[in-house]
């Protein structure tokens, strides 16, 4: 098997958008967003989070 690569994500702010960089090992990702749609993707990650949070409080037997 091989050993996985650190992740890291880098948020800052351009003149008028948000940059997101999602790096994997020596690979780089950039997603450039407007206001809007950075508020958007906010909205559905923190609802994702709080749905991930519910089920994993959920016991299976």
Known sequence: MTQ???R?????LERNRVKIQ???GEDKEVIKLKLG???ALAEKLE?????FS???Q???D
């Open 54 to 56: 519910r089920r994993k």
């Open 58 to 60: 959920v016991r299976i």
């Open 37 to 39: 749609e950075a508020e």
């Open 4 to 6: 996985e690569s650190a």
């Open 47 to 51: 609802k994702a989070l709080e749905d």
């Open 8 to 12: 890291k994500i880098e948020v800052d």
């Open 22 to 24: 999602i790096f994997h």
